[in-house]
């Protein structure tokens, strides 16, 4: 049973025609007013406590006299500075700031009836950051009140581009909405990168700031400039509860009902954004909240609008203010980053969560609506395939893949030529084609084929590795969305190479083999955490969020500890680079390739049965959990190797599946084909980041997110009868 269905039988239930409740029988509403009142409980006593801790020697009773202006309490001058210019707006803003979050973090899920939707979905942290970066490097801001403003200017812009998007052809859809928010937060953040490897002063900042705090809340002016704009948020996300829980059942019923679903979710859009943007803002990105409060409050509250948006804003007002006391007091006489401690309290929680009774009774879906359809049509107007029959024996040839395959592996060839030609050297391109295949000056093949084809040949594998796995995580998880950083893969494998760098002697990137070691242990752990693949595969993922939540948070506050240099140079490798790459490096992963490629289209086609149905799967022969779990154990493997080879270029893995996808049709699973599209972008994008900028280089994964990002759009949105 699917999210909007689970609201359509809550809905038929509670109807001017359902049956009247039994006298103390009804079981339906006690347990979410119960839990409702503990929560308010526990805000309560985290709001006192709130205002109680410090670090200044005021105790609960002169708090209490302050408050209530007993004993003259109000014309102490320092109980005024501690308490009403310190804790008191720290702690509103603490409650306004999670509470935004909360409802924001519901409000998306429910639009987009993907549980795994979260508030940065919409790129609003992306477009903060690089407002705060841009603040930073170009005009030199230092203040609180500087990051606050370009804080908010990049969250509104980002999210009014995601809006036009959304609002164009397909009426803005949830998938309009999620694939135009996931393309613009990677330009984005491309361009936050840019600025960043070329002002190591702005990434010093950039560092600390994007930890997320609220030590820079003092005073009222921040928290009564936002205020307006919080209120607004808050005022349009009660005003689209009602619709929401009309598109829940449908667009159709939901027009037949007097609303307009087009209007609805850019509604939605609009409240996430201003709720979203005032909260950043003001306590930098701490985005797993949103995620957290939602899943919480649906756990508890069921899927019905208006309750679980409520529940949500609670929830993620007192897991936000308990963060920030626990914030206070766990490392004084220093203050702990806020998310660091969002992550550490919402991880646990929420893997409990989803490994409850209730939330599997919820009917969490991994399709994405509309999506079936769609390939169903699509496929109706392929031309029928190729077959060649010679005796007894036959073989079957997809027409548009074997002639969308040949034009990507012709597009490679031209892309390692451009590479091999590219560079500081005046080589002409006649000398640089022929030295790639031995011919010419000596000087000639010695600079092409032994400085630049190592870096290139490794650009191949680890593209190719990264195209493959995304295309099997995505097809695993029937979510377009999907990368093997959902697994953990990309934070496991940074913390394994922080490791290696620390404890052996291997350079600035470590040792290409902790990436993989690192990638198989998380994903070990997540899948032993998840209780295995199951018969969903959305508990692995969300699990799979919740420790790269986690262990991303931990890697931030160890960079944000390490000397500047040091974690400059880490940051490079975090964000994607082949920069001292060669064959010796690239020599495993090509191994590796070898045997997984051929393995990956063996299981392509019993993958593509489990686009449908668990049940269709099996009626054909196919066992949906073997095929998972081989296909996880492939995903994990080929990752696992780029992230050893280039670091976690996470955008190649997103965009390659759906670029192949559409090249070669919805009616295959394009393994062949994600590959050669990993390998053409990360050796184009290698190859801009060499020659754009004369003297700098700029790493592979930023160059893939800042082009990368549009072109996505294009080919997700820009064709007729898409999925969105």
């Not at 800042?706 to 997700?716: D, H, R, S, Y």
Request: hydrophobic residues 55%; positive net charge.
């Amino acid at each position: 049973m699917t999210l909007s269905q689970v609201g359509t039988a809550d809905a038929a239930r509670t109807g001017p025609d359902a049956p009247a409740p039994k006298p103390g029988r009804d079981h339906r509403h006690w347990p979410a007013a119960a839990a409702a009142g503990a929560v308010v409980v526990a805000l309560l006593t985290l709001t006192a406590l709130s205002l109680s801790v410090g670090a200044g020697e005021v105790g609960p009773g002169q708090v209490l006299d302050y408050l209530l202006g007993r004993h003259g309490a109000r014309s102490d001058s320092r109980l005024a500075l501690v308490v009403g210019d310190l804790r008191l707006p720290r702690t509103l803003t603490a409650l306004l700031v999670g509470a935004a979050l909360g409802v924001a973090g519901a409000q998306l899920q429910s639009v987009t009836r993907n549980p795994l939707a979260e508030t940065g979905l919409l790129g609003v942290n992306a477009g903060a950051s690089l407002g705060v970066v841009l603040g930073i490097a170009v005009l030199g801001v230092q203040t609180s009140y500087g990051y606050l403003a370009f804080a908010f200017g990049g969250a509104v812009l980002a999210s009014a581009v995601v809006l036009l998007i959304a609002g164009g052809r397909g009426g803005g859809s949830p998938m309009r909405l999620v694939l135009g928010g996931s393309a613009v937060g990677a330009t984005f953040g491309g361009l936050t990168g840019v600025l960043i490897v070329n002002s190591p002063e702005a990434y010093d900042r950039y560092r600390v700031w994007v930890l997320g705090s609220l030590a820079g809340v003092e005073g009222w002016t921040m928290l009564r400039q936002l205020a307006p704009v919080l209120g607004a948020g808050f005022l349009v996300a009660l005003l689209t509860t009602r619709p929401l829980a009309a598109l829940a059942l449908g667009d159709d019923l939901a027009r037949g009902l007097g609303h307009r679903p087009n209007a609805t979710r850019a509604a939605v859009a609009v409240a996430v954004t201003l709720l979203t943007a005032s909260a950043v803002a003001l306590a930098g990105p701490v985005s797993f909240l949103g995620l957290l409060a939602g899943f919480l409050a649906r756990a508890v509250a069921g899927p019905r609008v208006g309750r679980l948006t409520l529940f949500a804003g609670l929830v993620g007002a007192a897991v936000l203010t308990g963060a920030d006391v626990l914030a206070r007091v766990v490392a004084r006489p220093f203050e702990a980053p806020v998310s660091v401690i969002v992550a550490l309290i919402g991880a646990p929680t929420l893997i409990a969560i989803v490994r409850s009774r209730r939330m599997a009774a919820l009917g969490m879906t991994d399709t994405a609506p509309g999506e079936s359809g769609t390939a169903r049509e699509e496929t109706a107007t392929e031309k029928p395939d190729l077959v060649l029959r010679r005796g007894a024996l036959s073989l079957l040839l997809p027409r548009r893949a074997l002639l969308a395959a040949a034009g990507l592996a012709t597009a490679l060839l031209a892309a390692v030529v451009v590479a091999a030609h590219a560079g500081q050297s005046e080589l002409g391109l006649g000398p640089t084609f022929q030295a790639v295949f031995g011919y010419g000056d000596r000087l000639d093949v010695l600079l092409v084929q032994k400085f630049r084809l190592g870096r290139i040949v490794a650009g191949i594998a680890a593209g190719a590795a990264l195209g493959l796995a995304g295309c099997l995580t995505q097809t695993l998880a029937r979510n377009r969305l999907a990368t093997p950083e959902l697994l953990g893969v990309n934070d496991g494998a940074t913390a394994a190479v922080l490791i290696s760098v620390s404890v052996t002697a291997s350079g600035t990137f470590g040792a290409w083999w902790a990436g993989p070691l690192g990638a198989l242990v998380a994903v070990l752990v997540v899948t032993l955490v998840s209780g295995g693949l199951g018969a969903r595969g959305y508990r692995v993922l969300v699990v799979g969020l919740a420790m790269s939540a986690l262990a991303s948070a931990v890697i931030q506050v160890a960079m944000a500890r390490r000397s500047l240099n040091s974690a400059g140079s880490l940051y490079v490798w975090t964000s994607g680079s082949l920069n001292g790459r060669d064959y010796a490096v690239a020599t495993p992963v090509l191994i590796g390739l070898a045997v997984l490629v051929p393995l990956a289209l063996v299981v392509a086609r019993r993958l593509a049965v489990l686009r449908f149905d668990d049940n269709v799967a099996s009626s054909l022969g196919v066992d949906p959990g073997r095929v998972r779990l081989v296909c996880l154990l492939l995903a994990v493997a080929l990752a696992g190797l780029a992230v050893g080879v280039c670091g976690p270029v996470g955008f190649v893995a997103l965009a390659a599946p759906a670029i192949a996808g559409r090249l070669a049709g919805p009616s295959r699973v394009p393994v062949l084909g994600s590959a050669l599209v990993g390998a053409v972008l990360i050796v184009l994008a290698d190859t801009l980041g060499r020659v754009l900028i004369d003297g700098v280089e700029i790493p592979v994964g930023i160059v893939t997110t800042v082009l990368g990002g549009p072109f996505l759009l294009w080919v997700l949105l820009g064709h007729k009868g898409n999925p969105a």
